[in-house]
């Protein structure tokens, strides 16, 4: 880490200090919170960090959350993006009043914890990050995006995978009460095809999909499953369309919004009814799969379906290079290194 950055970090820290907010030192936690799984978390210049450390850290929590502590967090994200990087010393302190230590290194957090949440809201430093967090063995949430492009992504789960280290990555918009209801619970019947929408602003250091279209396009997927083949994308300066159609014949659209208000949904067709998606209802749901990610080290989510997300908003992009031609999402993951 560099001079600048760490004084950085340790400047934002101590400001807490100074209001009252100061983080209980890690010597001092009690036995009872030295047995529930310690989680930590890299990066404060997202909303989600502090989100989380909220829901893990409240008294009197839901029963599927208890069992775990957040007890530290590296605050360094973003360099280069501002909008992220001026979040931190405020994020620090909303973390710090749910007694959450702040550490200046991602190595010093990892001796402290069980577990790790990875929340850096940049997407190119995670394959950096990640390699860190595997060399611990620790177990790893990896927040949207999983990287900033399709090849480090797919180099994060290969890594990942070679190492056995647990790993799990999904936006919350996937855990939507209505989406789970077409996924798991067969309320529509067979899915026959699905619109999902989301915001789609545009962040210029990320393919265009990943800074935010991802939440719409983790939507398709989950009612729509693997298994899309070809990507076909409308842009306007206000908005995308996105074509996918799967190797049955089914048709999938993403509609990412960059004008009006911002919201999130869809409509999912299937053999016996249609079902709105939205709307979205929190992260509470996202944080019971991750608690129980981190008890059974066991990912709810295949490795192939993440990927193929990636893919689907890779070869948008290819698309859009092109003119707006028809791109196989096959030959976008061969071209990232993904074997299978």
């Known amino acids: 880490m560099?001079?600048?950055?760490?004084?950085?970090?340790?400047?934002?820290?101590?400001?807490?200090?100074?209001?009252?907010?100061?983080?209980?030192?890690?010597?001092?936690?009690?036995?009872s919170i030295e047995e529930k799984i310690r989680i930590g978390i890299i990066g404060l210049d997202t909303s989600h960090a502090p989100a989380f450390a909220k829901l893990f850290n409240?008294?009197?929590?839901?029963?599927?959350?208890?069992g775990f502590k957040v007890v530290a967090a590296y605050p360094q994200g973003s360099v280069d993006i501002?909008?992220?990087?001026?979040?931190?010393?405020?994020?620090?302190?909303?973390?710090?009043?749910?007694?959450?230590?702040?550490?200046?290194?991602?190595?010093?957090?990892?001796?402290?914890?069980?577990?790790?949440?990875?929340?850096?809201?940049?997407?190119?430093?995670?394959?950096?990050?990640a390699r860190?967090?595997?060399?611990?063995g620790k177990p790893v949430f990896i927040d949207k995006p999983v990287a900033g492009s399709l090849k480090d992504a797919v180099t994060i789960y290969k890594e990942a995978s070679e190492k056995k280290i647990p790993l799990f990555s999904s936006s919350s918009l996937r855990?939507?009460?209505?989406?789970?209801?077409?996924?798991?619970?067969?309320?529509?019947?067979?899915?026959?095809?699905?619109?999902?929408?989301?915001?789609?602003?545009?962040?210029?250091?990320?393919?265009?999909?990943f800074w935010y279209g991802i939440h719409g396009v983790e939507v398709l997927f989950t009612v729509m499953g693997v298994g899309c083949e070809t990507v076909t994308r409308f842009q306007t300066e206000g908005a995308d369309v996105v074509v996918g159609k799967w190797k049955d014949g089914r048709l999938g659209t993403f509609?990412?919004?960059?004008?009006?208000?911002?919201?999130?949904?869809?409509?999912?067709?299937?053999?016996?009814?249609?079902?709105?998606?939205?709307?979205?209802?929190?992260?509470?749901?996202?944080?019971?799969?991750?608690g129980e990610f981190f008890k059974t080290k066991v990912s709810p989510v295949d490795a192939r379906e993440t990927l193929e997300i990636y893919a689907f908003m890779e070869a948008a992009d290819e698309s859009k290079r092109n003119a707006g031609a028809t791109i196989r999402l096959e030959d976008v993951l061969k071209n990232s290194g993904y074997k299978g």
């Open 82 to 129: 501002k909008s992220s990087v001026d979040r931190i010393p405020e994020y620090i302190k909303l973390v710090q009043q749910y007694g959450v230590e702040v550490v200046d290194s991602i190595k010093k957090l990892l001796s402290m914890v069980d577990v790790v949440l990875l929340e850096t809201n940049d997407g190119r430093p995670h394959l950096e990050q």
């Open 58 to 66: 409240a008294e009197n929590t839901d029963s599927a959350l208890m």
């Open 2 to 31: 560099n001079t600048s950055r760490r004084k950085f970090i340790k400047q934002s820290a101590m400001s807490g200090v100074a209001l009252g907010l100061a983080s209980m030192p890690f010597s001092t936690y009690s036995k």
């Open 132 to 136: 860190e967090v595997f060399k611990a």
């Open 175 to 209: 855990y939507m009460k209505n989406v789970i209801a077409v996924r798991n619970e067969n309320k529509i019947g067979k899915v026959l095809g699905a619109d999902a929408f989301s915001p789609a602003t545009l962040e210029a250091h990320h393919p265009d999909l």
């Open 255 to 290: 509609r990412g919004t960059r004008n009006g208000k911002h919201d999130y949904g869809g409509t999912a067709y299937g053999t016996e009814g249609n079902l709105n998606l939205g709307p979205f209802d929190g992260y509470d749901a996202l944080a019971v799969k991750i």
